[in-house]
């Protein structure tokens, strides 16, 4: 077991039963620093390991290797990592996609009732990530990106936001806490440096409501030197790595002043040519709006996080497969309403071989 310490009650639990049941049992320190990372390395190809910090001391427990189906009803907690207390018809398995809030839902369903169970833990950009560490069937061997890949979960079960696959000769991308992925990527053996905070950081702000966030990412998803907040119209240099401040922020007007200015890269407006367009039409909405505007039309516009197109652009129903500069990248676009979701542009702007799953479409 590794060596630590910390306070037992300052463990970061999920219930206030639990939290109550740590304080009352547990010893003032606990010497521990286990993490999920080393419980994962536990795992062999027939069973996987989890961290438990419901008891007084953390350990690395296995999944079983029976999907978990335990009634959750009076401690939600006993649901194991990657599975969550929902209401659902049924008595016991199968359990089906049968979600419900009273027993008139289940009417249809035999001698079923609404009641509460551990299931597989769903989110809306697709599977808790812990799930890909069961035992179970379903994720024994996922297809999700390579044979053996599993995402790296942290003691949370959230998905670390700079995940590899290949070995040595890989890459590593950037994803958010919940699997979505984000801007950012490079090759394992140029990834050292590569933490994603600027990409997870702009994806946590635009996730809580933000429209206009202005923060610049590099092609590893790490800061850029530079950065300024349009709508508050300050700056200020940050470190790489982490995005701590390395120098006093100032008016966006006395950027020019910063020791992270450079003219050659900035020039005289800090946003570049896909943000500029968004937040002209950001400010023309807000302006319609507040002369009484109802209904106004603007098409979408994407913009990547280091300031340039996103790799789709959407106009009048149709959505189009663009480089960098937004020039539309021949023959693949789609219907937006039936059909986006299989247009893989960021593929195809990664390679030179059209030969990916989308809708090209003949001339």
Not at 13 to 22: D, E, K
Not at 78 to 107: A, V
Not at 180 to 205: H, I, K, P, Q
């Amino acid at each position: 077991m590794l060596i630590g310490t910390f306070a037992c009650q300052d463990i970061n639990v999920r219930n206030v039963v639990v939290s109550m049941f740590l304080q009352e049992n547990c010893p003032d320190i606990v010497i521990t620093s286990l993490h999920q990372k080393n419980c994962t390395s536990q795992s062999t190809r027939n069973n996987s390991y989890y961290l438990n910090k419901t008891d007084c001391i953390p350990k690395c427990l296995p999944f079983p290797n029976e999907n978990l189906t335990l009634d959750c009803n009076i401690n939600p907690n006993i649901c194991l990592p990657g599975y969550q207390c929902e209401k659902r018809c049924g008595s016991e398995e199968p359990l089906g996609q049968y979600s419900c809030n009273s027993d008139d839902d289940c009417i249809n369903i035999p001698h079923s009732n609404c009641l509460d169970f551990c299931v597989l833990s769903t989110i809306s950009a697709g599977v808790h990530c812990m799930a890909y560490h069961l035992n179970t069937p379903e994720f024994a061997d996922n297809y999700f990106t390579a044979e053996k890949f599993k995402p790296e979960c942290d003691d949370n079960g959230e998905w670390v936001a700079k995940q590899c696959k290949g070995g040595v000769n890989g890459r590593c991308m950037c994803y958010s806490a919940t699997g979505v992925r984000l801007f950012g990527e490079a090759l394992y053996s140029n990834a050292e440096n590569m933490t994603c905070a600027c990409s997870r950081r702009r994806n946590d702000l635009e996730s809580s409501g933000r429209t206009m966030v202005t923060l610049h990412c590099d092609s590893m998803g790490n800061y850029e030197p530079l950065q300024c907040d349009t709508e508050k119209n300050i700056c200020w240099c940050a470190e790489s790595k982490t995005g701590k401040l390395t120098s006093p922020v100032v008016p966006e007007v006395a950027k020019i002043k910063l020791p992270c200015y450079n003219t050659s890269s900035v020039g005289s407006q800090y946003l570049r040519q896909c943000e500029s367009k968004k937040f002209a039409q950001s400010q023309i909405t807000t302006k319609l709006k507040t002369h009484g505007a109802k209904y106004i039309r603007t098409d979408s516009l994407l913009c990547d996080a280091d300031g340039s197109y996103g790799a789709y652009s959407i106009s009048s129903g149709m959505a189009y497969c663009v480089w960098r500069d937004n020039s539309k990248i021949e023959n693949w676009y789609s219907n937006v309403d039936s059909d986006i979701g299989n247009l893989n542009c960021k593929n195809l702007r990664s390679s030179s071989r059209k030969n990916y799953k989308s809708f090209e479409v003949s001339q």
